[in-house]
């Protein structure tokens, strides 16, 4: 459904919103990462056995969300032990709609964002 084009294309969009590359992976930061290209390490392959499809690292508000995005939809979103205790969630590209994506891209920025872009962006106080 969903593929790297469409994640650069959501991310730029946002204010301040810049790609780069971490070893060797793509990432979008505003002020701090928000989303990034994430392939399995190892011991996740050994976990959760091979996905053969392009995985999403995306912030989230709190592990509370990050757990409802994965009860909700185990089928695009998941986590590894890796990011136990951790505001961060796994999506499957191949499985994700593109409004669900925009969501999640929208979210994980005004999570990192700085509050005054994400207040021009999202009005408010």
Avoid: C
């Avoid at 590209?93 to 964002?113: H, Q, T």
């Amino acid at each position: 459904m969903a593929d790297w084009d469409d994640v650069r294309r959501i991310a730029l969009a946002l204010p301040g919103a810049e790609e780069y590359l971490t070893r060797g992976n793509r990432a979008w930061r505003a002020g701090r990462l928000f989303v990034w290209e994430r392939p399995l390490h190892k011991r996740e392959i050994e976990e959760l056995g091979p996905i053969d499809a392009p995985i999403l690292g995306a912030r989230v508000e709190s592990e509370a969300e990050k757990l409802a995005l994965i009860e909700e939809d185990p089928e695009v979103f998941f986590t590894t032990h890796h990011f136990d205790g951790y505001a961060i969630v796994l999506a499957r590209l191949d499985r994700i709609g593109r409004d669900r994506l925009v969501e999640l891209v929208e979210s994980a920025w005004a999570d990192a964002a700085p509050a005054e872009d994400v207040r021009r962006r999202f009005g408010g106080a």
